[in-house]
């Protein structure tokens, strides 16, 4: 009797386990953690790297190699624009920092799209199973994403609160800041999204971001940078790339 | 029942009770990869760039003088909480558990020499009164969004927000969003003041995990003595007069940057502000200062040859170890 007690637990667990309906990434969207909207970047800190371009030659606060230093000292901006490569400085692991608004909408069930308006950038952060496609690296790579849920005590309660986890390959080399501190194209980005709920009724974004490069690295560069959410896109300004502002 | 079962069920329920929270304890190394200049040598004296501050808060700031510091009756001033994301220092996390129940009743934050250890109060105990005492540590409480722990910092003194004199007042408050990421650890500071603020003033930092890292869980002791024999008694106070601060034109000289920007304000830290520089701003020919760390030129003050090899801050001092040693 209380072998099959014991088994009629099992496989009512099992049952309840494997007879959910398939869920989608957007299904398994936390209640309270919406990640989607218009956000607004708060320029707090890094302020002089980030409002302004600074001067060739100013790396404070990354952790570069010498390699990455002698190439650095190298930046020539005009020699960016001859090429076409005014959005080297708005790739995937920069875009964030530079100051503009983001808005990010569900594009289908299993992709989360992420417009940035500096620069006209978009990154695609693709749930499930998801083949990258074959091909050149890009400006914002391939990213895979997926959540980071809060466990529930109890099996059926909806989840509340999450985070999005996302790892980014496949870049086009570029700059990490404007004025020419480089990435290579072996550089690999972690970043986790939180969305806080403030005192005073706002909703904040907080992108923990982990750049991984063995070239021009000597370590993970590791920052977060925050967002507030705004309640229409109306200050939505798109601009183009520039290579020297 | 059988003891399979019981076992199973326990182990269910008891792993669940603690996958409900998120282990923050340990020691959490700084990395300056982000204002490692602020953060490290410190803040240029004027220079109030993103900061929401109003008129009072600029005033106070630019009248300040930091050889308050020196004097006795100001040496073992702590900084105020808020001040956790603007030091050079690691944190350590640690947990008070009820000795009856083993249950965990506040989260233990330290590590910082210069800011008073803090309790957050996880017990739901009721806030001090108005008229109490304010600690240097304030009165925090919090509680569990899914995987981020939420403080909230009240009844602290008044004191400085930056190194540089800008003030903040007993009257702040400050929300913490503390989130853990595996090795990870970001935390968000969402600070009002009433007094000197116009708008929250958010900044957010992450620190990584250091199994070998040394941090202090007790507050340091610290003895005033005299360091500036002129001003011992005295009865000077330290301060710089309205219209006075010699210092206020430095980060225009350094940078370029107009000085409208320099001295701060809500607007400054929205990207509206970038557009109206673009025609404004020309970035200075090289990097003479602070370029990637102190022996970077920094140190030895503009135009001191700068070599590269100092940066990797082999025995000197990086984004990873801002004084040359273990933090």
């Known amino acids: 009797m209380r072998v099959l007690g014991l088994w009629t637990f099992l496989l009512a667990t099992a049952a309840w386990v494997f007879g959910q309906a398939p869920t989608t990434a957007r299904s398994h969207a936390p209640t309270e953690t919406d990640f989607t909207g218009y956000w607004v970047s708060l320029v707090t800190e890094d302020w002089r790297w980030r409002m302004v371009t600074p001067p060739k030659g100013d790396y404070a606060s990354v952790p570069l190699t010498i390699e990455g230093r002698e190439l650095a000292d190298t930046w020539n901006p005009a020699k960016d624009e001859a090429a076409g490569e005014q959005c080297r400085s708005y790739a995937a692991p920069a875009i964030m920092r530079v100051p503009g608004r983001l808005h990010i909408s569900w594009q289908d069930d299993e992709t989360l799209r992420v417009e940035i308006d500096t620069g006209r950038q978009t990154r695609l952060l693709h749930f499930g199973k998801w083949n990258a496609p074959a091909g050149a690296p890009t400006w914002q790579g391939n990213t895979v994403a997926s959540w980071e849920l809060e466990r529930s005590r109890e099996p059926d309660a909806p989840v509340k609160h999450g985070s999005i986890k996302t790892i980014t390959t496949h870049l086009r080399p570029g700059y990490l800041r404007k004025n020419g501190v480089p990435y290579s194209a072996q550089a690999e980005l972690t970043e986790y999204w939180d969305v806080n709920r403030e005192p005073n009724g706002t909703r904040t974004l907080v992108v923990t971001t982990a750049v991984h490069d063995p070239i021009y690295l000597q370590r993970d560069w590791i920052t977060a940078l925050h967002f507030r959410k705004e309640p229409d896109g109306s200050k939505w300004d798109p601009q183009p790339c520039s290579a020297r502002w | ?327």
């Open chain 2, 1 to 327: 029942m059988h003891p399979f079962l019981k076992l199973l069920i326990g182990a269910t329920i008891f792993t669940a009770s603690l996958l409900a929270q998120v282990d923050l304890t340990g020691n959490w190394a700084v990395r300056l990869h982000q204002d490692w200049a602020d953060r490290g040598p410190g803040p240029e004296i004027v220079e109030y760039l993103g900061m929401p501050i109003n008129e009072d808060a600029r005033a106070k700031a630019l009248s300040y003088s930091a050889s308050e510091l020196a004097s006795p009756e100001h040496q073992c001033t702590l900084y105020p909480p808020t001040y956790l994301a603007f030091g050079p220092f690691g944190v350590k996390m640690s947990t008070i558990s009820d000795p009856a129940t083993d249950k965990v009743i506040a989260w233990k934050i330290s590590g910082p020499s210069d800011v008073a250890v803090m309790t957050v109060w996880m017990d739901g105990r009721p806030t001090p009164s108005e008229t109490a005492p304010h600690p240097f540590e304030g009165f925090s409480t919090g509680v569990w969004e899914g995987n981020t722990l939420t403080t909230r910092t009240i009844h602290f003194k008044a004191g400085y927000l930056r190194r540089n004199g800008v003030p903040i007042s007993d009257h702040a408050v400050l929300t913490r969003h503390i989130m853990r990421h595996g090795n990870l650890l970001t935390v968000e500071s969402f600070i009002e003041d009433p007094a000197y603020l116009t708008e929250p003033y958010v900044v957010s930092r992450t620190w990584e995990l250091d199994p070998n890292a040394q941090l202090a869980s007790e507050p340091y002791h610290c003895s005033p003595e005299v360091e500036v024999a002129r001003l011992d008694g005295t009865g000077v106070v330290p301060h710089i007069l309205p219209g006075q601060n010699k210092f206020e034109g430095d980060v225009t000289r350094m940078y370029n940057i107009p000085l409208a920007a320099v001295l701060g304000g809500a607007d400054t830290m929205y990207p509206e502000y970038r557009k109206r520089l673009k025609d404004k701003y020309v970035a200075p020919e090289k990097c003479e200062r602070y370029c990637c760390g102190w022996e970077g030129g920094g140190a030895a003050g503009p135009g001191a040859p700068t070599d590269s090899i100092k940066c990797i801050g082999v025995g000197g001092s990086t984004p990873e170890n801002p004084f040359g040693r273990k933090f």
